[in-house]
Protein backbone atom coordinates (compact mmCIF):
# COMPACT_ATOMS: atom_id res chain seq x y z
CA UNK A 1 0.00 0.00 0.00
CA UNK A 2 1.13 3.20 -0.93
CA UNK A 3 -0.30 6.75 0.82
CA UNK A 4 -0.40 9.77 -1.43
CA UNK A 5 -0.97 13.41 -0.46
CA UNK A 6 -1.50 16.91 -2.29
CA UNK A 7 0.32 19.69 -1.15
CA UNK A 8 -2.11 22.24 -2.51
CA UNK A 9 0.36 25.64 -1.08
CA UNK A 10 1.50 26.36 -4.66
CA UNK A 11 -0.18 26.11 -7.69
CA UNK A 12 -0.32 23.65 -9.73
CA UNK A 13 0.02 21.65 -6.71
CA UNK A 14 2.49 18.74 -5.49
CA UNK A 15 1.93 15.32 -5.53
CA UNK A 16 3.80 13.71 -2.27
CA UNK A 17 3.55 9.63 -1.56
CA UNK A 18 5.05 7.09 1.29
CA UNK A 19 5.09 3.17 1.24
CA UNK A 20 3.16 1.70 4.54
CA UNK A 21 6.22 0.18 5.92
CA UNK A 22 9.57 -1.40 4.60
CA UNK A 23 8.19 -3.26 1.99
CA UNK A 24 6.47 -0.42 0.24
CA UNK A 25 9.42 1.24 0.45
CA UNK A 26 11.85 -1.44 -1.20
CA UNK A 27 9.72 -1.16 -4.11
CA UNK A 28 9.30 2.89 -4.14
CA UNK A 29 13.19 3.15 -4.51
CA UNK A 30 13.80 -0.09 -7.01
CA UNK A 31 10.75 1.76 -9.12
CA UNK A 32 10.86 5.64 -8.05
CA UNK A 33 10.61 8.50 -11.39
CA UNK A 34 14.06 10.22 -12.37
CA UNK A 35 11.74 13.34 -11.32
CA UNK A 36 10.80 11.87 -7.48
CA UNK A 37 12.70 13.41 -4.26
CA UNK A 38 13.60 11.53 -1.02
CA UNK A 39 13.09 12.60 1.97
CA UNK A 40 13.96 10.76 5.29
CA UNK A 41 14.79 11.61 8.60
CA UNK A 42 18.56 12.06 9.88
CA UNK A 43 20.10 9.44 11.88
CA UNK A 44 16.67 7.93 12.91
CA UNK A 45 14.18 5.53 11.44
CA UNK A 46 11.44 7.21 9.34
CA UNK A 47 8.82 6.62 6.28
CA UNK A 48 10.52 7.42 3.27
CA UNK A 49 8.92 9.96 1.32
CA UNK A 50 9.07 11.26 -2.19
CA UNK A 51 8.15 13.94 -3.49
CA UNK A 52 7.50 14.06 -7.65
CA UNK A 53 8.19 17.08 -9.02
CA UNK A 54 7.32 18.16 -12.81
CA UNK A 55 9.86 17.10 -15.13
CA UNK A 56 12.29 19.68 -16.19
CA UNK A 57 12.46 20.87 -12.41
CA UNK A 58 15.39 19.72 -10.20
CA UNK A 59 15.54 19.71 -6.70
CA UNK A 60 17.03 23.05 -6.63
CA UNK A 61 13.54 23.84 -7.86
CA UNK A 62 11.13 23.05 -4.85
CA UNK A 63 8.97 25.79 -3.68
CA UNK A 64 9.62 26.80 0.70
CA UNK A 65 6.09 26.03 1.21
CA UNK A 66 6.05 22.01 -0.78
CA UNK A 67 9.58 21.35 1.07
CA UNK A 68 7.69 22.48 4.39
CA UNK A 69 5.23 19.85 4.04
CA UNK A 70 7.87 17.58 2.71
CA UNK A 71 9.79 17.57 5.94
CA UNK A 72 6.67 17.72 8.54
CA UNK A 73 5.00 14.61 6.77
CA UNK A 74 8.56 12.93 7.68
CA UNK A 75 8.87 14.43 10.71
CA UNK A 76 5.56 13.13 11.50
CA UNK A 77 5.86 9.40 10.18
CA UNK A 78 9.10 8.91 12.16
CA UNK A 79 8.57 6.91 16.15
CA UNK A 80 11.33 9.06 17.58
CA UNK A 81 11.28 11.97 15.35
CA UNK A 82 7.51 12.82 15.72
CA UNK A 83 8.40 13.74 19.51
CA UNK A 84 11.70 15.74 19.05
CA UNK A 85 12.46 19.23 18.46
CA UNK A 86 15.30 20.05 16.65
CA UNK A 87 15.85 17.62 14.03
CA UNK A 88 17.30 16.82 10.59
CA UNK A 89 15.51 15.75 7.63
CA UNK A 90 17.88 14.94 4.66
CA UNK A 91 16.72 15.12 1.06
CA UNK A 92 18.04 13.77 -2.49
CA UNK A 93 17.07 13.33 -5.95
CA UNK A 94 15.83 9.51 -6.48
CA UNK A 95 18.52 9.35 -8.66
CA UNK A 96 21.18 9.41 -5.87
CA UNK A 97 20.08 6.60 -3.59
CA UNK A 98 22.17 3.89 -3.98
CA UNK A 99 20.96 -0.03 -3.20
CA UNK A 100 22.83 -2.63 -2.69
CA UNK A 101 22.85 -6.36 -1.95
CA UNK A 102 24.19 -6.62 1.47
CA UNK A 103 21.55 -4.14 2.43
CA UNK A 104 18.72 -4.85 5.08
CA UNK A 105 14.97 -4.26 3.23
CA UNK A 106 14.30 -0.87 2.96
CA UNK A 107 17.81 0.40 3.58
CA UNK A 108 19.85 2.73 1.03
CA UNK A 109 23.24 4.89 0.74
CA UNK A 110 23.72 7.40 -1.84
CA UNK A 111 26.02 7.41 -5.05
CA UNK A 112 27.25 11.13 -3.97
CA UNK A 113 27.12 12.57 -1.04
CA UNK A 114 27.14 16.18 -2.22
CA UNK A 115 23.63 15.35 -3.76
CA UNK A 116 22.21 14.96 -0.15
CA UNK A 117 20.82 18.42 1.12
CA UNK A 118 19.67 18.80 4.54
CA UNK A 119 17.04 21.22 6.34
CA UNK A 120 16.60 21.79 9.88
CA UNK A 121 13.31 21.25 11.41
CA UNK A 122 12.28 22.81 14.41
CA UNK A 123 8.94 21.63 15.75
CA UNK A 124 6.15 19.60 14.40
CA UNK A 125 3.63 21.97 12.85
CA UNK A 126 0.28 20.39 13.33
CA UNK A 127 -1.62 22.79 11.10
CA UNK A 128 0.43 21.36 7.77
CA UNK A 129 0.28 17.59 9.53
CA UNK A 130 -3.32 17.94 9.53
CA UNK A 131 -4.05 19.66 6.07
CA UNK A 132 -1.78 16.77 4.03
CA UNK A 133 -3.79 14.28 5.95
CA UNK A 134 -6.75 15.49 4.95
CA UNK A 135 -6.11 14.61 1.52
CA UNK A 136 -4.29 11.08 2.17
CA UNK A 137 -5.64 8.50 -0.14
CA UNK A 138 -4.47 4.68 -0.05
CA UNK A 139 -3.74 3.06 -3.21
CA UNK A 140 -2.36 -0.61 -4.47
CA UNK A 141 -0.42 0.75 -7.54
CA UNK A 142 1.26 -1.51 -9.50
CA UNK A 143 4.66 0.70 -9.35
CA UNK A 144 6.49 -1.63 -12.26
CA UNK A 145 3.88 -0.94 -14.77
CA UNK A 146 4.19 2.81 -13.74
CA UNK A 147 7.35 3.39 -14.15
CA UNK A 148 7.38 1.09 -17.40
CA UNK A 149 4.80 3.48 -18.63
CA UNK A 150 6.85 6.60 -17.56
CA UNK A 151 9.66 5.75 -19.35
CA UNK A 152 8.00 4.56 -22.27
CA UNK A 153 6.56 8.15 -22.37
CA UNK A 154 9.55 9.48 -21.88
CA UNK A 155 11.64 7.33 -24.78
CA UNK A 156 8.76 8.46 -27.15
CA UNK A 157 9.31 12.03 -26.22
CA UNK A 158 13.14 11.82 -27.06
CA UNK A 159 12.42 9.78 -30.31
CA UNK A 160 10.07 12.82 -31.33
CA UNK A 161 12.59 15.29 -30.41
CA UNK A 162 15.25 13.18 -32.49
CA UNK A 163 13.04 13.14 -35.74
CA UNK A 164 12.49 16.53 -35.21
CA UNK A 165 15.96 17.94 -34.91
CA UNK A 166 16.65 15.69 -38.32
CA UNK A 167 14.14 17.41 -40.24
CA UNK A 168 14.60 20.82 -38.95
CA UNK A 169 18.70 20.08 -40.41
CA UNK A 170 17.16 18.75 -43.62
CA UNK A 171 15.52 22.00 -43.94
CA UNK A 172 18.52 24.07 -43.05
CA UNK A 173 20.82 22.15 -45.32
CA UNK A 174 17.83 22.40 -48.31
CA UNK A 175 18.06 26.32 -47.45
CA UNK A 176 21.80 26.27 -47.50
CA UNK A 177 21.94 24.57 -50.72
CA UNK A 178 19.26 27.14 -52.08
CA UNK A 179 21.21 30.11 -51.24
CA UNK A 180 24.35 28.70 -52.21
CA UNK A 181 22.47 28.05 -55.89
CA UNK A 182 20.79 31.35 -55.94
CA UNK A 183 24.42 32.95 -55.13
CA UNK A 184 25.82 31.04 -57.86
CA UNK A 185 23.03 32.19 -60.42
CA UNK A 186 23.60 35.93 -59.18
CA UNK A 187 27.32 35.77 -59.70
CA UNK A 188 26.43 34.69 -63.53
CA UNK A 189 24.26 37.13 -64.28
CA UNK A 190 27.09 40.13 -63.41
CA UNK A 191 28.49 42.18 -66.17
CA UNK A 192 31.91 40.42 -65.93
CA UNK A 193 29.97 37.10 -66.48
CA UNK A 194 28.00 38.07 -69.40
CA UNK A 195 28.99 37.66 -72.95
CA UNK A 196 27.41 40.20 -75.21
CA UNK A 197 27.28 40.32 -79.46
CA UNK A 198 29.85 43.86 -79.74
CA UNK A 199 28.00 44.13 -82.97
CA UNK A 200 25.15 44.08 -81.80
CA UNK A 201 21.48 43.01 -83.91
CA UNK A 202 20.61 43.93 -87.43
CA UNK A 203 16.49 44.45 -87.97
CA UNK A 204 17.02 42.10 -91.15
CA UNK A 205 17.82 39.16 -88.82
CA UNK A 206 14.12 39.00 -87.38
CA UNK A 207 12.75 39.38 -90.95
Known sequence: MVFYFTS???DPHYTIYMGKDKYENEDLIKFGWPEDVWFHVDKLSSAHVYLRMPKGRT?????KEVLTDCVQLVKNNSIQGCKMNNLNVVYTPWANLKKTGDMDIGQIGFFRQKEVKIVAVEKKINEIVNRLDKTKEERHPDLAA???????????EKKALLQEQKRQEKEEQKRKREMDELKNYSSLLQDENMTTNEGGYDSDDFM
Open 8 to 10: AVV
Open 59 to 63: IDDIP
Open 146 to 156: EKESRDREERN
